[in-house]
């Protein structure tokens, strides 16, 4: 394998996207059936067959009457509850969903986890998206604020708004009862404030979540015991989300009726097979493979994967490598 940058690999995604007629029958099923409670569409594959390509293509495809967000959870971050849930809500806050019970809930869990720092517009995350928290952070001029649900929801009485929201939010139940739960339930209240913050914004507009790597969050097989359990906020998350469309890619089934066997009628499986030959000869074509000798060498080596047949695009793009040494086993 030649020395040099892996930053070309990323001109695959200026590639054709070709194929997937079944998948995205599928896709366009599902959407379809969004408001009749939770739905999933767990897109299953080998490494290298091309889910996350195609996540990015469901995202693209829903278009702008649909909101969307991603998580990656290969970015080890992500795999936290509460990084994944300010991800998807810095996403969808750009999108006009506004979450200020949730904005209030993280702002006590986030002290929690720092109770050695302050709420601040530069330490707690989103704060210049959250017209709430601004509105508290603002009404004490700056000075860093201890993160007590009530000792918010006092200074949010002290802002300068007396709109019929801010007034709900200042009585709500769940905020009220925040600052007596343990830490373990203080993130599915965190969880549960979110989903309704969402299902609220859904009503005039759908959504679909994302969740690209799920086996870098459970590794496959899952081994039981810790290694079972380290999905448990992912499940309950999509568990409320009844108003959207969650497409999860995995290499392996989620297999989650094993926990509940209700999942087993809110799941649909779609495996993603190995391109057939038309497509993988469109993709080599539109990389600049021409050569029908070359293209037939490569896409029968390549088992009808992506990732090979963009890795021989690049290689070939390169150094002008013939077919019979365009892939090495390294690159692979």
């Not at 506004?98 to 720092?117: M, S």
């Not at 209240?189 to 005039?204: E, K, M, S, W, Y």
């Not at 009808?304 to 150094?319: E, I, K, R, S």
Request: one cysteine or more.
């Amino acid at each position: 394998m030649a020395i040099g940058p892996r930053f070309r690999r990323v001109a695959a995604l200026q590639r054709p996207f070709v194929d997937r007629e079944s998948l995205l029958a599928a896709f366009a099923a599902e959407r379809a059936r969004v408001g009749t409670g939770p739905r999933i569409l767990n897109v299953t594959g080998v490494g290298g067959i091309g889910k996350s390509r195609l996540l990015r293509h469901l995202a693209d495809s829903v278009g702008s009457d649909w909101r969307t967000a991603t998580i990656d959870l290969q970015v080890p971050a992500l795999r936290q509850p509460e990084d994944a849930l300010a991800v998807l809500r810095g996403q969808f806050g750009a999108q006009g969903v506004r979450f200020d019970r949730f904005d209030i809930a993280y702002a006590v869990l986030w002290q929690r986890l720092h109770p050695h720092l302050r709420l601040t517009r530069t330490d707690l995350p989103f704060v210049e998206a959250s017209s709430i928290l601004t509105d508290i952070v603002d009404s004490v001029s700056g000075v860093p604020v201890f993160g007590t649900a009530i000792g918010l929801l006092k200074l949010l009485d002290k802002a300068a708004s007396g709109t019929r929201e801010r007034r709900r939010i200042r009585h709500d139940a769940t905020l009220d009862a925040l600052d007596g739960l343990p830490n373990s339930e203080l993130g599915d209240a965190v969880t549960f404030l979110f989903a309704q913050d969402l299902r609220v914004a859904a009503q005039g507009r759908p959504y679909a979540v994302l969740v690209d790597t799920y086996e870098a969050l459970v590794p496959s097989p899952a081994r039981g015991g810790r290694t079972q359990l380290a999905d448990w906020w992912l499940r309950d998350l999509i568990g409320q989300l009844d108003r959207g469309l969650v497409v999860v890619g995995s290499r392996e089934p989620l297999r989650w009726e094993a926990h509940d066997p209700e999942w087993a009628s809110v799941i649909r499986v779609c495996d993603l097979g190995g391109l057939p030959m038309a497509s993988r000869l469109e993709l080599l074509s539109a990389g600049g493979i021409d050569d029908r000798a070359d293209q037939q060498t490569i896409a029968r080596a390549s088992a009808g994967l992506p990732f090979y047949l963009n890795l021989a695009v690049d290689t070939y793009q390169q150094t002008g490598r013939h077919s019979t040494d365009l892939v090495s086993r390294e690159e692979i």
